[in-house]
């Protein structure tokens, strides 16, 4: 089965820096754009930036010129580098891919099993 292993969470000071990882698992002919979304306590799941294949990326507006998302292809690896952290960042950071099995087959999607970010003194 193909999953998402996500690592790099935990407990950071506001101004901090943190770097999360989300390795594709199992066997994939192809990944497409990979992206990390985040949930915050009470608040609904949504956008913190997404990555192609090609490189091409966007942010959401909250996070732009704080976080940069990355991947290494090679790898199917995706990684979100944290800077400036603010305590409004505190929330579970899930990864998203899409992925084809084999070659002509369908793309598809696969979350992470999430991991928390908590920015506090």
């Known amino acids: 089965q193909v999953q998402l292993v996500e690592s790099g969470g935990g407990l950071v000071q506001p101004g901090g820096s943190l770097r999360l990882s989300c390795a594709v698992s199992?066997?994939?002919?192809?990944?497409?754009?990979m992206g990390w979304y985040r949930q915050a306590p009470g608040k609904e799941r949504g956008l913190v930036a997404t990555?192609?294949?090609?490189?091409?990326?966007n942010y959401a507006d909250s996070v732009k010129g704080r976080f940069t998302i990355s991947r290494d292809n090679a790898k199917n690896t995706v990684y979100l580098q944290m800077d400036r952290l603010r305590p409004e960042d505190t929330a579970v950071y899930y990864c998203?891919?899409?992925?084809?099995?084999?070659?002509?087959?369908?793309?598809?999607?696969?979350w992470g099993q999430g991991t928390l970010v908590t920015v506090s003194s």
């Open positions: 990555i192609s294949s090609g490189g091409s990326t």
């Open positions: 998203n891919a899409d992925y084809a099995r084999a070659m002509g087959h369908m793309y598809r999607e696969v």
């Open positions: 199992g066997s994939v002919f192809s990944v497409d754009v």
